[in-house]
């Protein structure tokens, strides 16, 4: 079989020459895309979602441009619409980060703006007649898709999708379910609908901050995507690509079947990032001793590594403070607390959390907990309904080292 070498680039956003290919995961986005439905595309936060939608970008269907936009920092609906606009409607000077258009998007909507001379016009909302940001986007979305040939179709990935409405929700609840249904709206219109698809991206559940909005049923015409781990053989063949590439500090012969292995058994929950923190913690190791033979000792060392680097996880810890606070709060950490040192939790030890923090929603915070992938419900002893453990073990083994004492 032949490894193609890539480099070990923690924390970035996998491009062409350093992406592990997933056929399974792109295959099955194609098709979900292919069915002409909007998509939530959701998985935990470096789950590799990113990266898979630069990939799709960087190798497009004939019939479909891509558009990506990223607004985990936007905070108001004026501010989410402009940028929205703004990627559609620039020409060649993307200065912003956040926007990314691959070539053929580039050419795509460059025509579609060109058609009729100044068709599609610009994006305004506070000069003139006075506009919702919303109504003024739909007016130019609108115009945009009369350009749009039959046959050929604009994917417009958004990316953090849920975050910004979070964003949004905390200073104005209001603007932010506006924002959903207008979105609604969006989709709901028919000729744009007929040319234009978008593709929510999340790290976050947006079903949980859907809820807590009143607005649950806006977005229940989207169809969900999830983001799986690696298979064990993925995994094992990323692990090969990585230690192939010429700067990897150990020889890619010493990567055994029984060190792989044990990698794996380590990691268990084998998203590419998790290989990545692992082998590049090893890297680091062997290269500062100068080791150059693999043992399983190192292995654990390196993995202990990993627990001791609050940098790695703590977007995880950080993430509850701003979703929750006071007494969910504390409910939510003793939660984890106690699924961290005990492995697991139970639904009776959860409620009685529950009534000492006086959480009366209790549902559906643990259901918030499980669509953001800090744990998933598992079969519970006999007689005493559902458990619940951390769906990452190397995440669960940090949060006992870093959170829970
Ligand atoms: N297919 C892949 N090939 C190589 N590296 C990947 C791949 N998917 C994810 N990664 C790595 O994992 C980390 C998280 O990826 P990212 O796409 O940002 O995840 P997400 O968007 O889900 O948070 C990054 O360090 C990235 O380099
Ligand atoms: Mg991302």
């Given at each position: 079989?032949?490894?193609?070498?890539?480099?070990?680039?923690?924390?970035?956003?996998?491009?062409?020459?350093?992406?592990?290919?997933?056929?399974?995961?792109?295959?099955?986005?194609?098709?979900?895309?292919?069915?002409?439905?909007?998509?939530?595309?959701?998985?935990?936060?470096?789950?590799?979602?990113?990266?898979?939608?630069?990939?799709?970008?960087?190798?497009?269907?004939?019939?479909?441009?891509?558009?990506?936009?990223?607004?985990?920092?936007?905070?108001?609906?004026?501010?989410?619409?402009?940028?929205?606009?703004?990627?559609?409607?620039?020409?060649?000077?993307?200065?912003?980060?956040?926007?990314?258009?691959?070539?053929?998007?580039?050419?795509?909507?460059?025509?579609?703006?060109?058609?009729?001379?100044?068709?599609?016009?610009?994006?305004?909302?506070?000069?003139?007649?006075?506009?919702?940001?919303?109504?003024?986007?739909?007016?130019?979305?609108?115009?945009?898709?009369?350009?749009?040939?039959?046959?050929?179709?604009?994917?417009?990935?958004?990316?953090?999708?849920?975050?910004?409405?979070?964003?949004?929700?905390?200073?104005?609840?209001?603007?932010?379910?506006?924002?959903?249904?207008?979105?609604?709206?969006?989709?709901?219109?028919?000729?744009?609908?007929?040319?234009?698809?978008?593709?929510?991206?999340?790290?976050?559940?947006?079903?949980?901050?859907?809820?807590?909005?009143?607005?649950?049923?806006?977005?229940?015409?989207?169809?969900?995507?999830?983001?799986?781990?690696?298979?064990?053989?993925?995994?094992?063949?990323?692990?090969?690509?990585?230690?192939?590439?010429?700067?990897?500090?150990?020889?890619?012969?010493?990567?055994?079947?029984?060190?792989?292995?044990?990698?794996?058994?380590?990691?268990?929950?084998?998203?590419?990032?998790?290989?990545?923190?692992?082998?590049?913690?090893?890297?680091?190791?062997?290269?500062?001793?100068?080791?150059?033979?693999?043992?399983?000792?190192i292995i654990t060392l390196a993995y202990n590594h990993v627990l001791s680097n609050r940098q790695y996880f703590v977007w995880w810890e950080e993430r509850l403070r701003k979703a929750f606070k006071g007494d969910e709060r504390a409910f939510v950490m003793a939660v984890l607390n106690?699924?961290?040192?005990?492995?697991?939790?139970?639904?009776?030890?959860?409620?009685?959390?529950?009534?000492?923090?006086?959480?009366?929603?209790?549902?559906?915070?643990?259901?918030?907990?499980?669509?953001?992938?800090?744990?998933?419900?598992?079969?519970?002893?006999?007689?005493?309904?559902?458990?619940?453990?951390?769906?990452?073990?190397?995440?669960?083994?940090?949060?006992?080292?870093?959170?829970?004492h």
């Open positions: 079989m032949m490894i193609k070498p890539i480099k070990n680039l923690v924390g970035q956003t996998a491009d062409k020459d350093n992406f592990f290919e997933r056929p399974r995961e792109t295959k099955k986005l194609w098709d979900a895309l292919a069915s002409g439905e909007h998509i939530l595309f959701v998985a935990p936060r470096r789950s590799g979602k990113t990266s898979l939608l630069y990939y799709l970008q960087d190798n497009p269907q004939e019939d479909k441009a891509l558009l990506f936009l990223e607004v985990e920092s936007v905070s108001s609906v004026e501010d989410f619409f402009s940028r929205l606009a703004s990627a559609l409607l620039h020409d060649d000077e993307y200065t912003s980060t956040s926007i990314r258009v691959g070539e053929k998007t580039r050419g795509f909507l460059k025509r579609i703006r060109s058609i009729g001379g100044d068709a599609v016009g610009k994006f305004e909302f506070t000069e003139g007649e006075k506009m919702l940001p919303h109504k003024a986007f739909e007016r130019l979305l609108g115009r945009i898709v009369k350009n749009i040939p039959d046959g050929e179709r604009l994917v417009i990935m958004i990316d953090e999708f849920a975050q910004a409405v979070q964003n949004i929700a905390d200073k104005t609840p209001d603007d932010a379910k506006m924002l959903l249904l207008a979105h609604r709206e969006l989709r709901q219109n028919r000729a744009i609908s007929a040319k234009v698809q978008f593709l929510y991206c999340g790290s976050i559940g947006l079903e949980y901050v859907a809820e807590r909005l009143g607005a649950s049923n806006a977005i229940n015409d989207v169809r969900t995507s999830h983001l799986q781990p690696l298979r064990k053989e993925e995994a094992e063949s990323m692990i090969r690509s990585i230690v192939a590439h010429p700067a990897y500090s150990l020889a890619h012969n010493e990567f055994t079947d029984e060190i792989i292995a044990q990698i794996l058994q380590q990691i268990r929950w084998l998203v590419p990032y998790y290989l990545q923190i692992l082998l590049a913690e090893l890297h680091t190791y062997t290269a500062e001793n100068e080791v150059s033979r693999l043992s399983p000792d106690a699924a961290a040192t005990k492995d697991t939790i139970d639904a009776a030890e959860i409620s009685d959390l529950a009534q000492k923090f006086s959480i009366e929603q209790h549902k559906s915070i643990i259901a918030a907990l499980t669509h953001d992938g800090y744990i998933v419900q598992i079969e519970g002893r006999t007689g005493f309904g559902v458990s619940y453990r951390f769906v990452s073990p190397m995440l669960q083994d940090w949060w006992r080292n870093n959170v829970a």
